[in-house]
């Protein structure tokens, strides 16, 4: 279940980085009862963005094989080997 705290309890910074840090989530905060802000640590916020380039990336490969922008991986390999000598 998502942690939400009121944007007053930001002043405890010291709770609000231990909190952080021990969240398996983000942490929600809210302004006059409505959502404003969410917080993560910095290791949270560097997973998801690896993550979310990892779907970017799928996306696009996903696309080109729709679009028939593909080789054939045996071919290939065998141009590479071919031009390298190996």
């Known amino acids: 279940m998502p942690k939400i705290i ?45 993550r979310l380039s990892m779907y970017r990336e799928l996306e696009l490969s996903e696309k080109q094989i729709e679009s028939g922008k593909t080789k054939d991986a045996r071919e290939s390999l065998g141009n590479l080997k071919e031009k390298y000598g190996i």
């Open 6 to 50: 009121p944007i007053k309890d930001l002043k405890n910074t010291a709770e609000i980085s231990e909190m952080v840090h021990s969240a398996e989530e983000p942490i929600y905060v809210t302004k006059n009862g409505y959502g404003d802000m969410v917080i993560m640590s910095v290791e949270m916020y560097e997973s998801t963005m690896k």
